[in-house]
Structure formats: C-alpha cells, structure tokens
C-alpha cells in the first residue's frame, strides 16, 4: 500500500538573501566571495531583526554606534518583519546578523559588545 501526501508541498529551505540583492547567498547558504562587493573576511551587511520594542531598538541604535565606531562601510537594516526574521531560524529577539548569519540573539548587546562581534575573524 503506497502513502500518498496530498496537498502538501515539499518544504524547500531558502537562504536569507543578502541585504544588497548582489552577490548575496549560494544555495547552501554561505555567502558568496562578491557580496556587496566585499570580500567574504570583511563585513557586508549587519542586520538587527526585532519586533519593533525597546529592547529591539536600543540594539539596533547599539549597532550603528558600533559599525560607524569601527568606521565601516555598511548600513545597519532593521528588520522587524517576522516573516523575513523567520527565515533567519531567531526564536528569540533581538537577535544580529553579519554576514548572513546570525551572531547573537535574545539579549541586547553594547555598542562595544557589538563591536567585538564585528572584529570577529568568522564574521
């Protein structure tokens, strides 16, 4: 006896694209060498995904503070459509994405705490 599924299509996961629309994700998520640009050792996009609150704001102004202390040459995007922070796999906000990937969540980080993210070596 064979199962079928009906009415149900098969789940396809679909990498975050990359904040510029160039260069942006391969298929296995990782960012390709041209994105934005940049090479893959700096940084290309940092993102803050929240739901709109205090706590959520407070980080995204943290993390402005950082990118333009550290002087690079990006824009921080805040994203508080749940639809979009979904794809990003963030149960918990406020939650920061360099690069594609996400590099802290649930809690709001300093300026300075974000700047040593931003150092990171991965990022």
Known sequence: MALFNFGKKK???KAP???????GTQADGEVSAS????PTDGICCVKVLGAGCKSCHEQYENAKAAVKALDLPVEVEYI????KVMEYGVM???AIVVNEQVVSMGKVLKAAD????????EC
């Open 92 to 94: 918990s906000m406020p």
């Open 17 to 23: 694209a990359c904040c510029c629309g160039g260069g």
């Open 80 to 83: 508080t459509d749940m639809e």
């Open 114 to 121: 974000v700047e040593k993210l931003l150092r990171k070596p």
């Open 35 to 38: 994105c934005c640009g940049a």
């Open 11 to 13: 789940e396809e996961k």
